[in-house]
């Protein structure tokens, strides 16, 4: 199975900072790559996919980037909704797998 | 609007079967796909397996023999059957849904999750 490595497993920032968190992939998934938000008690909530697209309704405060086996979700000037985890996926082959999570903690 | 909503037992008996449902709205499951993934206690998540548009499936490996996913598209539901269940399977259960190919081959959409505990 390809195995995907976040960093860092939790981050504490504050109102207006940016943040980035990364997944590392065992093998080249060509972009196949998509970024998840998860708040407390809730569903994951897509918030990119295929590395860099920014789905429908999310705040463009939210970017992605990378390629091959190194992937980044930037949050740009972290608003107190960002509180959080985040959790990157991979569906390049399956089994479809998931990153480790981001737990995101406002100051 | 598009919703999906898992429903299922709440408690099982190790080495019993769980069942669990699917229903959808704002969309056909004759043009997506639905997935099943588990969370164990707010941990990372775990992908189970997909129903695609035609009624075939794809499994993950890690529960292949015991884990069967099927749908009625009439009733708008999918279902997730697993058995031989161990404490290790309790968590929180959903369903989601993604297009058939292409960039949108992703889940974009989920349920708000069901809660299964195994235990005697």
């Known amino acids: 199975d390809i195995q995907l490595t976040q960093s860092p497993a939790s981050l504490s920032a504050s109102l207006g900072e940016t943040v980035s968190i990364e997944c590392l992939v065992s093998e080249d998934i060509s972009n196949d790559l998509a970024w998840y938000q998860q708040k407390s008690g809730k569903s994951p909530q897509l918030l990119i996919y295929?590395?860099?697209r920014l789905q429908d309704g999310v705040p463009s405060r939210f970017s992605g980037s990378g390629s091959g086996t190194r992937y980044s979700l930037k949050i740009s000037g972290l608003q107190p909704e960002d509180e959080a985890g985040y959790f990157c996926?991979?569906?390049?082959?399956?089994?479809?797998?998931f990153g480790g999570g981001t737990k995101l903690e406002l100051k | 609007q598009v919703q999906l909503k898992e429903s299922g037992p709440g408690l099982v008996q190790p080495s019993q079967t769980l069942s669990l449902s699917c229903t959808v709205s704002?969309?056909?499951?004759?043009?997506?796909?639905v997935h099943w993934v588990r969370q164990h206690s707010g941990k990372s998540l775990e992908w189970m397996g997909r129903v695609w548009s035609d009624g075939h499936t794809s499994y993950n490996s890690a529960f292949t023999s015991r884990l069967s996913i099927s749908r009625d598209t009439s009733k708008s539901q999918v279902f997730l059957k697993m058995n031989s269940l161990q404490t290790a399977d309790t968590g929180t259960y959903y369903c989601?849904?993604?297009?058939?190919?292409?960039?949108?081959?992703?889940?974009?959409?989920w349920g708000q999750g069901t809660s299964v505990t195994v235990s005697s």
């Open positions: 996926l991979q569906k390049h082959k399956y089994p479809w797998t």
């Open positions: 704002g969309f056909s499951l004759s043009s997506y796909s």
């Open positions: 989601a849904r993604s297009f058939l190919s292409g960039y949108w081959n992703v889940m974009d959409a």
């Open positions: 295929a590395a860099r």
